[in-house]
Structures are given as structure tokens and as C-alpha cells.
């Protein structure tokens, strides 16, 4: 089961009041506009997979055929297994492109 | 004395470079390098463009290669800072000093920082054209299935 809050802006105060134990999907680049919006807020615990999967926009997919990317608490992945838990930060972004 | 900074205001490289070169008398060499907006990409006009950036993994990734290159390289001390945000035509966007004994290390140190921000900072590039169009900046090669256990 999962609960859901949705955030425009990374970090918005008042969108995260009481959002304690919850798993923060930020999205970055053109995913972030793709989907319009910065940030969820999920009440979930399991595997990155099927997080991936909740969050829809064929993400899992995407991310299974190197077009996108995930971190978790700010390191890059590869491991679609491993579990997500609360507090965790889980990031999905495109390939960089600064400079 | 070197840093690593990434920054929504303008770099003030003069600022930088002092303050790097006046941090040892063992600076023999000082190289920088000055990433800067240009007009035309990709045969079109540009307006301007934004960076968004992922804070927490871009500054790790670059302490990580201004150490690193310190390390590499011999350096006496190195600074990098990239703009993120909006930017226009002209602004200073990555800003890469290194200070070393000699030129040799010093201006190949440069180049290998530069090439590594740009594959390994949690930063994404979107061009706006006069024209009204956008586009998001692909890299020609991602690097990141590489890196990724």
C-alpha cells in the first residue's frame, strides 16, 4: 500500500508539513518537466522495482533500459532489488549534461 | 585557498584567482579554465540557459574530482565552481583553476577536471532559442552505466 503527496518544488516546506517516514522521489531534468513536478512524497517500504513501477510514465522501464538513472540517499544505482524504506531519498534523472 | 562551490549567482573569476594564487609562494603555474555561454549551438541562436542540478550528488562528485586531481596531478591546490540556474549569453559557467609547481601538471590537471565535471556532476543543461524553442542538452555518451555498481 502506498500514500502519496505531491510537491512542486524540491523541499517545499509547506507541502512536506507532517510528511514524517515517508520515501522522497525527486526528479531532475527533463523527467522533473516531463511530469511536472519536483518531488513526491511516498508512504512506501519495499523493492526499488516496484517503486519504480508505482510511480508510473514507464519510469521502471526507462530505467531498466539505461535511458534514465536512480540514486538512492545520493548514490547512483544499478541494482533494481534493493529495498527502499522510509526516510530514504531516491533520485531519477537523466544522463548528465553540465559544463 | 581552493574550493569547490556550485553557485546560483555570477563567478567573479578575478575573486577566485586572488584568492587562489595568494594562498602559497610555492605557485609556480596558475591554469584556468572559463566555461562560458556561447550564442550559437548547434547552428541555432541561443537565448539563454538554465542548469538544474541535483545538490547533494553534484558537490559530492566534484570535491570528489578537485581531491582526486590534486592527487593525480601533484597539485598545490585546485578550485571548481559551476554556475547553475539561468544563465545568459556570455556568463561564466564553469570556472576551473589549478595552482601547481609547474605548467606541465597544471594544464594537463585542467583538462582532466573538466572533462570529469561534465560526465560525473548531477547537473542537466537546457538551451533556450531565439527562435522560442528548448531543447535539453543529451551528452553524446553517458558515462553513468559505467560508474554505476
Keep these: 500500500m502506498s500514500r502519496w503527496r505531491r510537491c512542486p518544488e524540491h523541499g517545499n516546506r509547506d507541502c512536506l508539513a507532517g510528511a514524517v517516514d515517508m520515501v522522497t522521489v525527486r526528479y531532475y531534468g527533463w523527467i522533473a518537466e516531463r511530469l511536472g513536478r519536483r518531488q513526491d512524497e511516498i508512504k512506501y517500504t519495499g523493492p526499488l522495482r516496484d517503486l519504480l513501477k508505482l510511480l508510473g510514465e514507464d519510469i521502471e522501464l526507462n530505467v531498466r533500459e539505461r535511458k534514465v538513472f536512480v540514486a538512492i540517499n545520493h548514490n547512483s544505482i544499478k541494482d533494481l532489488d534493493v529495498d527502499v524504506s522510509e526516510d530514504d531519498v531516491v533520485a531519477i534523472f537523466p544522463a548528465f549534461s553540465g559544463g | ?149
Design chain 2, 1 to 149: 585557498m581552493g574550493k569547490v562551490h556550485i553557485s546560483e549567482s555570477p563567478i567573479n573569476a578575478w575573486d577566485e584567482i586572488t584568492s587562489l594564487l595568494q594562498s602559497s609562494r610555492r605557485i609556480g603555474a596558475l591554469v584556468t579554465f572559463m566555461g562560458v555561454i556561447r550564442e550559437i549551438s548547434e547552428g541555432k541562436e541561443v537565448e539563454k540557459l538554465f542548469y538544474d542540478h541535483y545538490p547533494e550528488m553534484a558537490s559530492n562528485a566534484i570535491n570528489r574530482i578537485r581531491e582526486e586531481a590534486i592527487s593525480r596531478f601533484g597539485l598545490i591546490d585546485a578550485t571548481i565552481i559551476h554556475r547553475v540556474g539561468e544563465a545568459e549569453i556570455g556568463d561564466l559557467v564553469l570556472l576551473v583553476i589549478v595552482a601547481s609547481e609547474h605548467r606541465s601538471e597544471a594544464f594537463k590537471a585542467v583538462e582532466w577536471i573538466v572533462d570529469e565535471v561534465k560526465k560525473e556532476a548531477a547537473i542537466w543543461k537546457k538551451e533556450y532559442f531565439k527562435d522560442g524553442e528548448y531543447r535539453w542538452v543529451e551528452p553524446e555518451r553517458s558515462y553513468l552505466d559505467e560508474k554505476i555498481e
